[in-house]
């Protein structure tokens, strides 16, 4: 079993910035970020793969950045924070591969964090 730890959540004028950590215990393969808003579906937002292959979420392209380091460790850097993008964020993590955007192909969540934009 392993655990997700996440940090960096908060409340952000729009067009602030935020960088999200989100720590393993033990080994993992892909490893995503989604959000979830009220009343919405929890979605993708940034997902890289053990090989360090990104995808992004149209709408946060050229904003947000995805980095890991190695197994255990990885970040959401968000720039240019719009109102749309408040949220509870959840990092997650496959333990064995899968498609990078199916929430359903990750195995382990954490508690996720909030992210509140402001006008």
């Known amino acids: 079993q392993v655990k997700l730890v996440e940090s960096g959540g908060g409340l952000v004028q729009a067009g602030g910035s935020l960088r999200l950590s989100c720590a393993a215990s033990?080994?993992?393969?892909?490893r995503g970020w989604f959000r979830q808003a009220p009343g919405k579906q929890r979605e993708l937002v940034a997902a890289?793969?053990?090989?360090?292959?990104a995808t992004y979420a149209d709408s946060v392209k050229g904003r947000f950045t995805i980095s890991r380091d190695g197994a255990r460790a990885v970040y959401l850097q968000m720039n240019s924070l719009e109102l749309e993008d408040t949220a509870v964020y959840y990092c997650?993590?496959?333990?064995?591969?899968?498609?990078?955007?199916?929430?359903?192909?990750?195995?382990?969540w954490g508690q996720g964090t909030q992210v509140t934009v402001s006008s």
């Open positions: 997650a993590a496959a333990s064995l591969g899968g498609r990078v955007s199916n929430v359903h192909d990750y195995d382990y």
């Open positions: 890289m793969t053990r090989g360090g292959s």
């Open positions: 033990g080994g993992t393969s892909n």
